[in-house]
């Protein structure tokens, strides 16, 4: 990791990436989207994204509180 960033931030460098490799995981595969109660778009990849935010953010931060748009939603 870069010498320059805090370790916080790298935490969060390192959860964008793994979440950027589902959801281009999915992306590749092709992925339908569907439409939320709310009219808006979702994908199996947004919310599978989302969860593992979540997890690894609540592991890494579990004082910080967090909304996130899916779990919002639900």
Known sequence: MDATLSPRLEVLVRIVRAAGEVVM???????ETRVKPDRSPVT??????ERLILAEL????????????????A
């Not at 199996?44 to 994204?49: F, R």
């Not at 592991?59 to 910080?64: L, M, R």
């Open 25 to 31: 995981r999915h992306y590749e595969a092709g992925c």
């Open 58 to 73: 609540a592991k890494a931060f579990a004082d910080v509180p967090v909304v996130a748009e899916e779990e919002a939603a």
């Open 44 to 49: 199996d990849a947004d919310e599978e994204a």
